[in-house]
């Protein structure tokens, strides 16, 4: 069923201070989100209900642009990342500096908690030193590639020949995955701050499987992780990761898929001065974005 997401303007706790909390409950309606459906489907890979949030660019209902076809952008952890997409993606669509995209988000499992929903489905291996159910990974990228997928060039005018992944932290580690282990179903692939500690035994191994039996791998990766993603013994500073070198691991990943030298594949990464876990997400996305469908001399 398709219905229009809505979001609120301005909460009511902020109105309350212009106005009375009876009065700001009130009026605090929400407005629509621009351009933008909404989607429900059930998983036949893992029994999970998913809502799909679906953003068409400016122009996109014009009758000049009615044969046009538009790149799709996939976003994982649709609740936060959507929203983060939608506003870097507006002001760049609407001044011409960046190609025309459809945005789909993927928010975690309808009526699960969401950060057990996200472990599950996220994570590609069972790690049996993680709380609650792992390593679903598969039968959602399955869902992802058959029943989205359909769903989403069936409904809208995409080319099913530019597709991006986007994720963020165990999305990143799943983007890794799909595009070592299920080659083909995207372009490219924007991923930050990507949890390859998770299992990193798991992913070097699948990535040298992979280059056992390819000569090349045609994508384009991008990755992003904060500059105190990081360990920095005696530093004192919070902002810093306590165990984890996430910064080493990505480093250590892109230098692997470079030095397989495959003709059709591009690897960017970087790592993002003063942002931790939590913020890396915004501005990686935006240099990601840029790099892959900015016009003329924002792309490279």
Same mark, same amino acid.
């Given at each position: ?94 001044? /011409? ?7 789909? #988000?993927? +928010?975690?499992?309808?009526? $699960?908690?969401? %950060?057990? =929903? ?108 904060? /500059? ?7 530093? #004192?500073? +919070?902002?810093?990761?306590? $165990?984890?070198? %996430?910064? =080493? ?52």
């Amino acid at each position: 069923m398709d219905r229009r997401i809505f979001v609120a303007a301005l909460g009511a706790a902020s109105l309350a201070r212009i106005v009375s909390p009876a009065r700001a409950q009130e009026i605090a309606a929400p407005v629509p989100m621009e351009r933008t459906s909404l989607h429900t489907l059930k998983a036949a890979s893992n029994g999970s209900t998913y809502n799909l949030y679906v953003k068409t660019p400016p122009g996109y209902h014009d009758p000049a642009n009615k044969g046009r076809r538009y790149p799709v952008v996939y976003l994982t952890d649709g609740d936060y990342t959507f929203q983060v997409a939608s506003g870097v993606t507006r002001l760049t669509h609407n001044a /011409g500096k960046m190609d025309h995209v459809i945005l789909v #988000g993927l +928010p975690n499992a309808v009526g $699960e908690d969401g %950060m057990a =929903a996200r472990r599950r489905d996220l994570t590609p291996w069972v790690n049996s030193a993680m709380p609650g159910p792992n390593g679903g990974g598969k039968a959602f990228a399955e869902f992802i590639t058959s029943q989205v997928f359909t769903l989403v060039d069936a409904t809208y005018r995409t080319d099913p020949a530019q597709r991006t992944f986007v994720g963020q932290s165990y999305g990143g580690l799943l983007g890794l995955w799909i595009a070592l282990a299920m080659p083909g179903h995207f372009s490219s692939y924007l991923l930050t701050s990507p949890s390859i500690w998770y299992a990193p035994k798991g992913l070097q191994q699948i990535e040298a499987d992979y280059a056992s039996h390819n000569k090349d791998m045609k994508a384009r990766i991008f990755l992003a992780t904060g /500059g105190f993603e990081t360990v920095k013994a005696g530093s #004192g500073d +919070p902002r810093y990761n306590k $165990e984890t070198d %996430m910064v =080493a691991d990505q480093t250590a990943m892109a230098k692997r898929l470079r030095a397989r030298a495959y003709p059709g594949l591009q690897v960017r990464d970087m790592v993002i001065p003063g942002t931790i876990h939590e913020t890396t997400f915004p501005i990686g996305f935006t240099y990601g974005m840029q790099w892959l469908y900015g016009v003329g001399g924002l792309r490279g």
